[in-house]
């Protein structure tokens, strides 16, 4: 019986780990779960889709104005200019994350979370001409670029 109790606490303290991994990945390096986003969301449905690429793409080649919400949400690269690298970058990432491979608070891009990455984002915060991925880089998905983000990364970078 006392083997048994033992037994049960371990395979509880087993769940409990196995639990609090998963809760860690999920906030660190599990896939960005596509729902939420504002920034590469420029057709507003709460998704970052292929039609948001589509989109953005027609919008860089058309040289149509757009309201300062549409650019800003199209801009996802940072760089004050709706072009086609912003389509391939709105493309890249629901590609990842259909694939399971894209993350949040992966600013430049390399597939990690490190130090270079809130760095990058911090920097661009503060008005700095960085090249960013603001899908990435909005953790909170509020479509600002702000403290909360940057110290989310900072966590992530302290997790691996
Ligand atoms: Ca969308
Ligand atoms: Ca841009
Ligand atoms: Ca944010």
Do not use: C, H
Not at 27 to 55: M, P
Not at 70 to 77: F, G, S, T
Not at 141 to 148: E, F, L, R, S
């Amino acid at each position: 019986m006392k083997n048994q109790g033992k037994k049960i606490a371990a395979a509880l303290s087993a769940i409990v780990l196995g639990t609090m991994s998963l809760a860690g990945s999920v906030t660190a390096n599990a896939a960005a779960r596509n729902e939420g986003f504002y920034y590469g969301d420029v057709t507003k449905d709460g998704v970052v889709s292929a039609e948001d690429a589509q989109t953005v793409l027609n919008w860089a080649n058309s040289k149509k104005k757009l309201t300062a919400d549409q650019k800003k949400r199209a801009d996802v690269n940072g760089d004050g200019k709706v072009t086609s690298d912003d389509a391939f970058m709105i493309f890249d990432f629901y590609t990842n994350m259909l694939a399971g491979t894209a993350l949040l608070g992966d600013v430049d891009g390399n597939g990690k979370i490190g130090y270079v990455d809130w760095f990058t984002l911090d920097s661009y915060m503060r008005g700095y001409d960085e090249e960013v991925n603001l899908i990435a880089g909005d953790v909170n998905k509020d479509g600002k670029i702000t403290m909360p983000d940057i110290s989310s990364i900072w966590a992530m970078t302290l997790n691996n």
